[in-house]
């Protein structure tokens, strides 16, 4: 069965304190891993899509990275603004849908 | 501005309400969805619309209903809606149904039913 787990639920930081993000994923071929920022009160905007176990993508402080059972989202020195939920989703190769995780709460304190 | 706009931004409903939500995407996608978002749940697909037709109904209760006129627009009709059906309700938008360049997601219709 195709599932996306993420963890932690919930992560406090404080500014500078850099940390990783996991998104474990079991699926029938993977045709692409994505992961969304959600603010309170708005929907999930795109961040990174990635296709192949090795393959890194980076925007500003947050850094993506595959293998071929789970991804990563580094955030290197955080800022208070990088607060938010972080949701990763896997879409099979054989499906036309996602299956979105749970998501990760960080808290960035200054 | 996230190119898809969703109407109302909050609303709460009596269980024997009739009420509608909204969405307009004017991105030029041929796709459109409607997810739930419930607290500390994954996002649960609902519904997919390709090229205004039906692509996808995940075992919806029929008290959901969803309509898209044309590409652009997308609507979810809610009627004897249940307190556990309270969620934040999200609109998406993707060029097309197979992207590889992720949703654009609207703000959401926060829901409360009573």
């Known amino acids: 069965e195709d599932q996306v787990t993420q963890s932690p639920e919930a992560l406090r930081l404080q500014e500078g304190e850099s940390s990783s993000l996991n998104c474990s994923y079991t699926?029938?071929?993977?045709?692409?891993l994505f992961w969304y920022r959600q603010d309170p009160g708005k929907g999930p905007e795109f961040l990174f899509t990635l296709y192949s176990a090795g393959e890194e993508k980076e925007k500003e402080r947050l850094k993506a990275t595959l293998t071929k059972k789970e991804s990563f989202l580094h955030i290197t020195a955080p800022k208070p603004e990088d607060s938010a939920t972080y949701l990763c989703?896997?879409?099979?190769?054989?499906?036309?849908?996602?299956?979105f995780g749970s998501g990760t709460k960080l808290n960035v304190k200054p | 501005e996230t190119g898809v706009t969703q109407t109302p931004r909050h609303l709460v409903m009596g269980m024997t309400n009739k009420k509608s939500l909204k969405c307009e995407q004017h991105l030029g996608h041929n796709a459109m969805y409607w997810y739930k978002q419930s607290a500390k749940k994954p996002l649960e697909l609902m519904f997919v619309?390709?090229?205004?037709?039906?692509?996808e109904n995940n075992s919806v209760p029929s008290r959901f209903s969803p309509e898209c006129p044309n590409s652009s627009h997308l609507f979810l009709h809610l009627h004897t809606l249940q307190p556990e059906d309270s969620a934040l309700y999200l609109c998406?938008?993707?060029?097309?149904?197979?992207?590889?360049?992720?949703?654009?997601f609207g703000s959401g219709t926060r829901l409360t039913v009573v």
């Open positions: 699926v029938s071929g993977l045709r692409g």
């Open positions: 998406a938008s993707s060029q097309e149904e197979q992207n590889k360049y992720g949703y654009t």
């Open positions: 989703a896997v879409q099979p190769y054989n499906f036309n849908k996602f299956y």
């Open positions: 619309y390709n090229f205004k037709e039906q692509t």
